[in-house]
Each structure stands twice: as C-alpha cells, then as structure tokens.
C-alpha cells in the first residue's frame, strides 16, 4: 500500500504551478457527450479520476485522447455504441453521474448506474432525479441503476428550484436543459466557479446560458450544439491548500496561476490568521514569517463562502494556532475523519456532531496516520510538514484522485518527503 514519508522542520520558499481544476474537468467532459463535433480541454489536470473519466466516455464509445502529457484532452462523441455507464467504472467516482443528463438530453435515454467516492457522506443523487424529473424525464430506478427515458425523445424546459444548493445537480441539470426544448431556469442554484466555467465552455458549443454566476441560471435550449475549445479553470482546492503549506510551516511560496477572486472567502480566514495574502499578476502569494497563527473560526458554506474541500487542510492549520478554534462543517456529514489522525499527532480537537474545536499545540510530533479520503491525505501531509520528526501517511492512493505531482510540487519548495511504491506517478 502507498504511503508518504514526511520529515518535518524547516520552511518552505519558492513557486508552485497550479493545475486545471479536477471538479471543472470532470464536469466539462461529459459535455462531449451533448454533441456530435469534437470538444477539446486545454490546461487539464492528470489525476486518476480524469483517467475514470476518460474510461467512462470510452465505455459510451466516445473517444477522448490525452495529449500534451495530459494537458489536452480532445474528446468526440460523433458515434456513441452505448447509452449504459456500468457500475464498475461510476462506482470509483461520484462525478459519473454527471453523464446522465447530456446523455439523456441528446439521445432521449441513459441507463447510469448510481455512483461511489469519497465515505465522507451519503450525497444522495435525488436532486440530480428531480430535475431531470421536472424536465419531462421518465425515470426508473432499479438494480442499482438509474433507467432515463425523454417520452417525446427529447426533454422540455422547465422552472426547477433546488431545495438546497447542489453543485452537481446544478450541473446535470445546466447540461441537459441546453439541448431541451424551451427555456429552463434553474432556481438557488449553484454558482461554483466549476458552474462558472461550465456555462462558458457550453456557450463556446452554442448553447444560450444567462445568470451562472448570480443564482437564477437561465437556459434557452437550442437544437444542435457545436465543438469548441476551451481551457479548464485554475483549481481552487489546490491553490488553497498550497497557501495552507507556507502557512502552516513558515516561509514564503508563490501559487502560479490562482486567482484570489476564485478563493476570497479562504484568503480572508488566512488574513484573519495573521497570514500575508498578495495577489501578484502570476498569481498568489503567501508569506508567514513571524511565529505561530492565531486561530480563527470557519464555517463551510457553498460558493462564495468557505469550501468544504479546504476544511481539512484548514484543520491542520489550527492545530498549532495561538488559542482555541471551531471548524462547523455544513456542506457534509461525516467529514472529520481526519480529526482522530491528527489526534496521533498531538493536536487536541474535540468533535461533536458537525463541529470541531480545535486547542492551538505549540509543535505536532511525527506519528503514523491513515488518510481516510482525498482532503484527509493532503492535511496529514501539511501538519506533517510541520511536525517534529516522520510522519508516515498510508492509503495515499486518494491523493491520485485530487492532487497531480504533489510530492514533486512540494519538493520544490523545500518540503522533505518521499512517496514509498513501485512506480511512482509523481516522479
């Protein structure tokens, strides 16, 4: 089984690329499935689950090539053999669920099979259902799979509001009512900027979007949708958990390529911290250089508020913070698996239900710790950082999911620690 040697001690200086996002990707490839001309993705990132991905679209007989050592990704799905995504490949990656509304929507039907991921809750896929529903879907489920049908061969606009903001829902449903018949407005949905990103990949394909950013998404459905170009967007989770490592350890590291507008709401709770924040024009730095944090409190929200996928990394942090903090997590249940890891490390973290009080330790001490899920892995790796002595982290294959090179990107600025396996992908 994988695992990441860490030594900790010692600052951390120097730059660190970030990559296209993995949400925005993952989101932006079944797109291809909407139309009959090639959809190429520039700026990609080369993750695992791109990689599933990829064997999904493939399996719908789509084809998609990597090039560019996987920064391009150039996808045509002029002659789909199947309308039927097996649970052998969606239950590696909840993101699979994503091909049933482009399906559905070109094609009138899609059998999808209901998908796995992360343990860091149930996510249930009903708010994906009804909005499909509320288009005019006939729906089925049985064995374990999602059976669609559009009566007429095609679905009809609709008014759909979302009891709770859904980022994925937002986007099966985004992606189906472009080629539905009528307008389609989506209600409280989600404006991620992975949202953002889809609905300008989509008008590069000719579809008729207004409002992704602001709530309220408004969808003219067209006929046909053409291919494009497009670049994915710079991966927000990424960027900030590489503000967290000079955070976290001290020292100065330049993110090339973030963008402060895609992660205010974190930035700030690092100013709040006492962390220095500077957006520079090839991107963000950030620089601690003067004794422990102060602790703040963090609460997750949906876009523009603090993400759930930074809370971990955010943890960590707060570890070896001046004073007492509380992480409330709002977006999932379940997801303080990491709290009891970071424990063996010396931190004093008290969980109750959907918050974690977090006491500031003067230093972590080295200790060996399993990663739970892909947040887990990267925050044990952080607070490992900057620990006294190794820390050894197993069941790290969840890094390959999220995070591409991260052992080389980490070296790069002077981090000590080494992935232990027979080929290493970050080598």
């Not at 009804?130 to 288009?135: D, T």
């Not at 001290?250 to 700030?268: M, N, P, Y």
């Not at 739970?372 to 069941?395: F, K, M, P």
Request: glycine share 10%; charged share 25%.
């Amino acid at each position: 089984m994988d695992q990441i040697i860490v030594q900790g001690g010692g600052e951390l200086h120097g730059e660190i690329p970030i990559a296209g996002a993995k949400n925005a990707c993952l989101t932006l490839m079944p797109a291809t499935l909407l139309t009959d001309q090639p959809l190429m993705l520039t700026n990609a990132p080369r993750l695992s689950d791109i990689r599933t991905m990829t064997a999904l679209l493939q399996s719908l007989g789509a084809e998609v090539v990597s090039m560019q050592e996987g920064e391009v990704l150039a996808m045509s799905s002029h002659n789909l053999t199947s309308h039927r995504a097996d649970y052998e490949i969606v239950r590696k990656m909840r993101a699979s669920i994503l091909v049933l509304g482009p399906m559905l929507a070109r094609d009138g039907e899609a059998v999808v099979s209901l998908p796995g991921g992360c343990a860091i809750g149930a996510r249930p896929v009903d708010l994906h259902l009804k909005a499909l529903e509320a288009m005019g879907a006939e729906l089925d489920l049985r064995d374990g799979y999602v059976h669609a049908k559009a009566p007429s061969g095609r679905l009809k606009g609709a008014e759909i509001e979302f009891p709770v903001v859904s980022v994925g829902a937002t986007e099966n449903a985004l992606m189906a009512a472009t080629l539905a018949k009528g307008t389609t407005v989506l209600k409280h949905a989600a404006r991620e900027p992975e949202i953002v990103d889809l609905a300008e990949c989509l008008r590069r394909m000719g579809a008729e979007i207004e409002g992704e950013a602001t709530g309220t998404i408004t969808i003219q459905g067209v006929d046909k949708l053409s291919g494009a170009t497009h670049p994915v967007v710079a991966d927000r989770i990424e960027l900030g958990t590489y503000m967290l490592a000079p955070a976290i350890c001290g020292g100065e590291v330049e993110c090339l390529g973030g963008r402060l507008e895609l992660i205010q709401a974190f930035a700030d709770k690092l100013e709040e911290a006492g962390i220095e924040v500077t957006e520079t024009e090839r991107g963000v730095k950030v620089s601690r250089k003067n004794g422990r944090v102060r602790a703040v409190d963090v609460v997750t929200e949906p876009f523009p508020g603090f993400p759930t996928d930074l809370q971990a990394q955010m943890m960590a942090l707060m570890c070896t913070a001046q004073g007492t903090s509380v992480l409330e997590e709002r977006i999932f249940e379940n997801r303080f698996m990491h709290a009891p890891e970071l424990t063996r490390m010396g931190a004093r973290i008290d969980v109750q239900g959907g918050h974690a009080t977090v006491t500031g330790v003067e230093k972590l001490r080295g200790a060996p710790v399993m990663a739970t899920d892909l947040r887990a892995s990267i925050s044990l790796i952080l607070a490992g950082l900057a620990a006294e002595g190794e820390t050894v982290v197993s069941r790290v294959y969840h890094l390959d999911r999220g995070y591409e090179r991260v052992v080389r990107k980490l070296r790069g600025v002077g981090a000590n620690l080494e992935r232990i396996k027979e080929t290493n992908p970050d080598e």
